[in-house]
């Protein structure tokens, strides 16, 4: 069994820590209807207080410096190479442009003089159409990476095999650069390092007035203590036993480290006796399920009475996709309990989810997250690269900006952030496969009252979005990147994070787990009040 360092203990105390609520430090907030036990209301308003931090007192200095500064003529020399490149795209398939998608093949060679094209072309696309260009240290970072790989071309073989071109110059260079779970070069990922959590199943855990307590071998012990590698640590999260009840389990969440689980000590207390033992305490790491089918957009059913909304993704793939996701908010806003499972939505179209809760609540959710977006050449060539204009009303709005004569850039400032009314219960199924869109859902979700999050933390892919793809000139190489760059006005960290659930429980069984939350606390009988 490996352990973690001492670094990584510390980690994991700072974010576990904030999970666990004591009950003097909770805000006032108003009665709700929904019976939801006193505990884990109190975990609820405690966590959507967390969500709503006040902005960073740089935040002004942060506008100026992730702020891009177009040079007209250089944009417009890089969306042509792009307009040039949606020209060709259908006729040319030669060994180093295969189609619109790219190559494949890292078997074919590029001579210095078509390596060197590329790599100014490559940086030049960088700085005119990456959203987190600036977020990720700006010329004073890139340009002296594109120097260094020019130095570093001319040393290597002439012709240069693709495979070694990727793979030995261009993806190390980058790589320490660019934390971005929405870039991406070939077929590979630029993101940045994943939270991932680990819990316990051995023991159920329950909160008294002088601590956690739970049962071994049918005697009562109370938790003192919760260590790893020395470095005491909170080590409880709140959960659903698998018999629905609420209750806690011992488990962490941290920085993925390649380890299929975590050793825990605990010293416990024979509540009859006084007697203590430490004993080792084994915390796997929880798994989500591979991603599911998208399509179709949404799925609605019925489970014990109960309805359940599943949204794998939020593509569009033909025009009833959207008609039937929307409608569902003002079908189903008269349901007393609802379901929405997004386990597995890996984002898609940003406007659906906006426009569903105004159609279940009748209200706008508010932008949470600051939100710059360039208007130049290259942004525009970049998302229609691959999409005809007539395809929806946001492609022909691109079009209308596609002629500007000098980029710029709009910033979306978020609004105050109000809670939502809501009257019925919604649940939210959500794991680390949740991304993009898929995560805006969930943060419009989080301003309504009543709503209940249950899974693990979500991906953490918002930091760049709108996205744009090509391919690379000469070796053919596709890649990936948002146009525009989203921040948290508290510049935490959001990336590879994601967002926390109220309950901490395994993707795979949560739907399960819930439905027999509800039947064991009676939600779906209109019960209103608070359990204690």
Known sequence: MRRLGLTLAIGIFLFSVGTLVRPEEQPAEAISRVALPAELRKIINENRRIARPPPNPDIMDMIAGFTPHFDAEED???AEILRHRRRIRNWRHSTNLQGIGGTDNLNIYLTHEQAGEEIQFLFDLLRNGYGGYQYFGGDSVFIPIRNALLEQLANMDNPLQVSSYINDLILPALQGVIADNHFWIHD????????????????????????FVTEIDGVMYSVLEVTQNAQSVSGILPTLSPEGEFAWAFGLVTMEDQQDDIEISVVFENAATGETHSRMVNLPKIIAAPPRPSYPMVVTREMDGI??????????????????????????????????????????????????????????PAVFMLFFRPRSQVSVEL???????????????????STIEEPSCVIGFPMQMATIPNENLVIV???????????????????????????????????????????????????????????????S????????????????????????????????????????
């Open 383 to 401: 998302q229609d690269y691959f999409i005809p204009y007539q395809v929806s009303a946001r492609f022909r709005e691109r079009r209308a900006i």
């Open 188 to 211: 590979v990922s630029f993101g940045a390092p994943a939270y991932v959590p680990y819990m316990s199943g051995e023991f159920i855990l329950r909160k008294s007035e002088g601590g």
């Open 307 to 364: 309805t359940i909304l599943e949204s794998r993704s939020f593509n569009v793939r033909s025009g009833n996709d959207r008609i039937d996701f929307l409608q569902s908010g003002s079908a189903l806003r008269d349901r007393p309990v609802l379901i929405i499972d997004l386990n597995g939505n890996s984002g898609g179209r940003a406007t659906y989810p906006y426009e569903w809760i105004r159609l279940y609540t009748g209200h706008e």
């Open 76 to 78: 417009a020399r890089v």
């Open 429 to 491: 199924l959500i794991d680390n496969n949740v991304a993009s869109a898929g995560e805006l859902f969930v943060g419009h979700l989080r301003q309504l009252d009543n709503v209940l999050f249950v899974g693990t933390n979500t991906k953490g892919a918002l930091i760049a979005g709108n996205i744009g793809r090509t391919s690379l000139p000469h070796s053919g190489l596709r890649i990936t990147f948002g146009t525009g760059l989203s921040m948290r006005l508290d510049l």
């Open 493 to 532: 960290q959001f990336e590879g994070v994601g967002f926390m659930p109220d309950l901490w429980v395994p993707p795979g069984e949560s739907l399960e787990r819930v439905l027999r939350f509800i039947e064991r606390y009676g939600l779906a009988n209109g019960a209103f009040g608070t359990v204690d």
